[in-house]
């Protein structure tokens, strides 16, 4: 699956990138299918990819439904574009760089709703120790409100490399840009992410 | 003493990747092994906060939206007039809306007026008044009731006139059409049954 061999997993586990029941087909044999008009084949390869386009949609905007909105963007653009589809990258990078477009494009449009829990409501109740008491689904929820609340870039690099098992090459694909740049954009999210995390981590 | 690490290092040091030289350095140097620990309890933390799992039923409803999408987007594409079942019954709707251009042309204007659809469904000759009622049964669709109003609107003689017996399958072609499409198909039915007479 890793484009970079050299790469090593991250400590802990990843999304997968697929969601689908099996196939005797491919992604490229049913994107070629889906050119053709096939939307069944289209349809399989939404089923396939859904859950991982849904998880990148929800960490950028941090809500439900605006995740599924973007998703479903993500998907139509998917279907419009099958025509420039070459085959150069694999179905799911592509899909990913639609679903980053379409979520920056988002992000670069208003400020979405969040699910995010209150910060201070948070650490208020947690007086004088607040990190020891909070329960994992607020610290989970705080950790995504601090993701969302990343630059694009740096939220797209943390993305894709921490939560989608994606190459540092992958990421620099999908986003256009440099490994190095992918690295440092990982960099600074994380340095960033411990500062507003601090009563946490 | 060897430099500091790079930030792009300090990810390969997370990552398991980094060469062992550069390793060694974050083992002589408080600053980097500080910034090591800040990074990797970082990254845990946001390796800890997994996407809630949607509801079961949200998943096929991506499968439906998307395919929804999709279906809305060829309807009013380019791609929708390019599909057989839509070209046939169109080339023939066109054929008769360009003879009913050229018979208002050709026949004269005097006589009942068009607007009114009593007087010119009364003037109907009746092989063509049986296809109208059938038109007229599917009332609901507002394509075929503004071709058969604009068919009824033909002066007396005028379907003769055309030589045309039967209409082709213009509930095919109209079922087919979007609202969008069926509106500029009606302007454009419109626009030649007013079009000046030469």
Known sequence: MRADATAAPWPLGATPMSDAPETPLDDAALVEAAIAGDTAAF??????????????????????????????????????????????????????????????????????????????????????????????????????????????????????????????????????????????????????????????? | MTPCLTPDEFVDLVDGTLAADREAHVATCAACAATAIDVREALAAAMSAEVPEPSPL??????????????????????????????????????????????????????????????????????????MEIASDAATDDALAMVADLASALPEGGWDALGVTRLPDLDVAAAALTAEERDALAALLQSAVERPKS
Request: aromatic letters at 6%.
């Open chain 2, 58 to 131: 949200f998943w096929p409803s991506v499968n439906a939206r998307v395919q929804a999408a999709v279906a809305e987007s060829a309807a009013t594409g380019w791609r929708a007039w390019l599909r057989l079942d839509v070209l046939v019954p169109m080339a023939g709707l066109a054929l008769v809306v360009l003879a009913i251009a050229s018979a208002i042309d050709a026949v004269s204007p005097v006589g009942p007026s068009p607007a009114d659809p009593e007087v010119a469904i009364a003037a109907e000759p009746a092989e063509v008044l049986s296809e």
């Open chain 1, 43 to 201: 349809d399989v390869l939404v089923t396939r990819h859904r859950r991982s386009v849904y998880q990148v949609c929800y960490r950028f905007v941090n809500h439900h439904e605006d995740a599924a909105d973007l998703t479903q963007d993500t998907f139509v653009r998917a279907w419009k574009a099958l025509g420039s589809f070459r085959g150069q990258a694999r179905f799911s990078t592509w899909i990913y760089r639609i679903a980053v477009n379409v979520c920056l494009n988002r992000v670069s449009l208003k400020t979405p709703k969040t699910d995010a829990v209150d910060f201070d409501l948070v650490a208020d109740q947690r007086e004088p120790a607040p990190g020891a008491a909070i329960d994992a689904a607020e610290r989970q929820a705080m950790v995504r409100a601090a993701v969302k609340s990343l630059p694009p870039r740096q939220r797209t690099a943390l993305i894709l490399r921490t939560y989608h098992d994606l190459s540092h090459q992958e990421v620099a694909d999908i986003v256009g840009t440099s490994v190095g740049a992918v690295k440092a954009n990982v960099f600074h999210a994380l340095a960033n992410l411990k500062k507003r995390l601090e009563p946490l981590v």
